[in-house]
Structure formats: structure tokens, C-alpha cells
């Protein structure tokens, strides 16, 4: 199973993602945590990513294009995998496709998390998330709030909200977000792949519909 999710910041991406990684073993590729590394290391990359991050801005697409590809040509070159927010837009969606059929790789599907932007803005608002890079996990307050407040479930460090996660920001995002994902989504609906699917549920409930789409079942 090969799949990738596409959604607004704050439509559940990472959480439906470990739910496939779990139910199927996949492979997760996630870019947000690849780049927020980069980030923490002080690499050059890392330096020209961290201000834009701030911004509400995305990382351009050669530099996400170019780590998703060491990942792909590396020893440990995934099979099956879901992505979390790669391709992003419809560049790193030509570039993803080149690059799986060097692999004698293909998708099962583009799986379009459905939220609206005055949700995304409450979700995003409530959620709270791990600094430690060697960790990266993320809570929120109303949906997926810690065991304890204000701490990691799996490392046990303080909880922060990002500076890419405050209302200003977040309605930067989206607006970016609308602007790339509409070439991106076009793309793959052409190729059948698409798959929309309601993200307004609880979580257990998106799962479903998710897996029901996958398979080509009404949900």
C-alpha cells in the first residue's frame, strides 16, 4: 500500500498517518519532521528553512524534493509508505513521480483530507507539540490533549506551541496552502487517484471512511 495524504495544516495528516502505519506497517514519511530536524541540527539548509517555517511559508521545492529522493535511493528505501504533507504542491508531485517510477514504485492513492479553514483555525489553536527533534509529537488540547497537560507522552519533555501553530500564521498557511494544492490535486485527479475524504469526524470515524476509500467502498 502506497499512499499519500493531502490536507490543510491541522485536517489530522499525522495522525491518520501513524493509524495506517499501525493497521499496515508502513513506512511514514513525513517532511515537517525531516525539515524541523534540519532545523535543530543547524544544518545550511536548516538556516534558510527556519524563517520561512516561521512565516506560515513552506520550504522550497528542490530542497524537500532532493531529502525525499535520499530517502528513496538510500539502503533503506520504502517499499510501502503513507506520506504527511509531501508532495505539497504540483512541482513536488512531478518531481515524486519521476522519482517512483525510477523506483518501479506507484500509488494506490491521494488520499484529500476535507476540513474548512474555520475548523483548521480552532484545531490548530489547541495544539501543542514536543520540541525535542528526536521526538516531534503533537497533541491538542481538545481533540488529543496529553495524559498530562503540558507534557510529552513519550519523551516526558515540555509541551510548546510552535510559532507556525498562532492564529496569524495559521491563516497564512492556508492561504498558501489553497494556492499550491489546487495544481497538485488536479494532477492526481486525473490519474483517478484522489480520493476526498470528510476530516470533520472524530478521528476513528475519518479512519474508516479513509480505509474505505483506499479500497474502493462507500463509507
Known amino acids: 500500500m502506497r499512499i499519500v495524504l493531502v490536507g490543510p495544516p491541522g485536517s489530522g495528516k499525522g495522525t491518520q498517518a501513524e493509524r495506517l502505519v499501525a493497521a499496515f506497517g508502513l513506512a511514514y514519511i513525513g517532511t515537517g519532521v525531516m525539515l524541523r530536524d534540519a532545523i535543530a541540527r543547524g544544518t545550511d539548509a536548516g538556516r534558510q ?13 528542490p530542497l524537500v524534493n ?3 529522493a535520499d530517502l528513496f535511493r538510500g539502503p533503506g528505501r520504502p517499499a510501502c509508505f503513507v506520506t504527511d504533507g509531501y508532495p505539497r504542491t504540483y512541482s ?8 517512483l517510477k525510477q523506483q518501479y514504485l506507484s500509488l494506490d492513492a491521494v488520499v484529500n483530507l476535507v476540513v474548512p ?6 484545531r490548530i489553536g489547541g495544539r501543542r507539540c514536543c520540541p525535542n527533534p528526536a521526538c516531534g509529537a503533537c497533541y491538542n488540547l481538545t481533540f488529543r490533549a496529553p495524559d498530562v497537560p503540558g507534557v510529552c507522552d513519550r519523551c516526558g519533555g515540555p509541551l510548546v506551541t510552535r510559532d507556525d501553530d498562532r492564529e496569524d500564521t ?4 492556508l492561504a498558501v496552502y489553497r494556492e499550491n494544492t ?15 475524504v470528510d476530516a470533520t469526524t472524530p478521528a476513528d470515524e475519518t479512519f474508516e471512511a479513509l480505509i474505505a476509500a483506499v479500497r474502493g467502498r462507500a463509507a
Open 49 to 61: 528553512i527556519e524563517p520561512l517555517l516561521k512565516q506560515g511559508l513552506f520550504a522550497p521545492d
Open 66 to 68: 532532493e531529502a525525499v
Open 92 to 99: 513536488q508531485a512531478v518531481a515524486f513521480d519521476a522519482l
Open 117 to 122: 479553514d474555520a475548523e483548521v483555525v480552532a
Open 170 to 173: 495559521v491563516r497564512r498557511r
Open 182 to 196: 489546487g495544481g497538485l490535486l488536479a494532477h492526481y485527479r486525473k490519474r483517478n487517484l484522489v480520493r476526498d
